[in-house]
Nanobody, 127 residues
Framework: QVQLVESGGGLVQTGGSLRLSCVTL????????MGWFRQAPGKEREFVARVSRGGDTTYYADSAKGRFTISRDNAKNTVYLQMNSLKPEDTAVYFCAGAGVWRRADLISTRYDYDYWGQGTQVTVSS
């Protein structure tokens, strides 16, 4: 069993920063790539960023490049998303996701390639 638990969301003004955390509980050895997604009201869930199992390879959506940083601390079974220069369009529920170790890391590209999901944490950016 694997459980992902996010925290760190909240209300922030435009230009502010937040750091989201996602702790993996249970069989942490089952997780390969970790990612962050977000979903705004009435919109599809969209990819934000992902990090490799070792933490050395990252990939970002264009909307996140230069403002967001994903990282992971495997000793703490935790993945982080540091978000700076936040904009009102970043307002969404942010979800942490993990892909199973049975998947090839280089083929993980969409939300359907992730096997474990957290419950989400709300991020609201006021203008």
């Amino acid at each position: 069993q694997v459980q992902l638990v996010e925290s760190g969301g909240g209300l922030v003004q435009t230009g502010g920063s937040l750091r989201l955390s996602c702790v993996t509980l249970g069989r942490t050895s089952s997780i390969n790539v970790m990612g962050w997604f977000r979903q705004a009201p009435g919109k599809e869930r969209e990819f934000v960023a992902r990090v490799s199992r070792g933490g050395d390879t990252t990939y970002y959506a264009d909307s996140a490049k230069g403002r967001f940083t994903i990282s992971r601390d495997n000793a703490k079974n935790t993945v982080y998303l540091q978000m700076n220069s936040l904009k009102p369009e970043d307002t969404a529920v942010y979800f942490c996701a993990g892909a199973g170790v049975w998947r090839r890391a280089d083929l993980i590209s969409t939300r359907y390639d992730y096997d474990y999901w957290g419950q989400g944490t709300q991020v609201t950016v006021s203008s």
